[in-house]
């Protein structure tokens, strides 16, 4: 059983340009979530997704960032014109339905974004 | 807002030997769960152990264990017989309060160096 998967490892962006970030949650994980590392940080929540709905999306900047999950794919977190500050890891995470609670979250390996 | 506190930002252990991670939390709820997450050098985060904080009984994972103190909101991680794969940040996280409660917030963490 595959764990979460994330692409790209390793992401460089110019100042301006669009990061996109891909997320496959774990077989019969429904729900994914998306966290960001700075430097010296814990994980911070972003946004918190099912099949075809944003469920919270309250951690996420208001502007040039977006997410979504559709139907058939990955989950995607989209960030436009992207600014030195946006340099971070970005981790997904996934779990089933009704469980996050008690089993915990699994995260992928994350995508290392650096804007230059 | 919810915290989470590691005070220790950086521990050293020998191999072979114990050491204890502390962690203490806020929460106004009586039922709730932990986690523990490890994050090695590859930066994957791995779920180490969790506590369901209705259970009295410390839960323990191998080498792995807890010693959580409801009233105190205290819950710390004990690593046993160190090994140098012990070496990587170590998280402790729990579910945000209120409903839903499925964003994890994480405390900063404490780097842990295994030395041999």
């Known amino acids: 059983n595959a764990g979460v998967m994330q692409n790209p490892r390793h992401l460089v962006r110019r100042r301006g340009q669009e990061a996109r970030l891909r997320c496959s949650p774990m077989k019969g994980h429904s729900h994914v979530y998306w966290y960001r590392q700075l430097p010296e940080e814990g994980l911070k929540f972003m946004v918190y997704l099912q099949k075809e709905n944003i469920i919270d999306e309250s951690g996420m900047p208001k502007e040039r960032f977006s997410a979504e999950f559709p139907k058939e794919g990955p989950s995607i977190l989209r960030i436009q014109q992207v600014v030195r500050g946006d340099s971070a890891a970005y981790f997904c995470?996934?779990?089933?339905?009704?469980?996050?609670?008690?089993?915990?979250?699994?995260f992928g390996p994350g995508t290392r974004l650096t804007v230059t | 807002a919810q915290t989470v506190t590691q005070s220790q930002p950086e521990m050293s252990v020998q191999e072979a030997e114990t050491v204890t991670l502390s962690c203490t939390y806020d929460?106004?709820?009586?039922?709730?769960?932990l986690f523990w997450y490890k994050q090695p050098p590859s930066r994957q985060m791995i779920l180490v152990i969790r506590q369901e904080a209705y259970k009295q009984q410390n839960a323990t994972e191998n080498r792995f264990s807890v010693n959580f103190q409801k009233a105190a909101k205290s819950f710390s991680l004990k690593i046993s017989d160190s090994q140098l794969g012990d070496t990587a940040m170590y998280f402790c996280a729990r579910p945000d309060s209120g409903a839903g409660s499925y964003q994890l917030t994480f405390g900063k963490g404490t780097k842990l160096s295994v030395i041999p």
């Open positions: 929460t106004s709820e009586n039922n709730y769960y």
């Open positions: 995470a996934s779990s089933p339905p009704g469980q996050s609670l008690r089993e915990g979250q699994y």
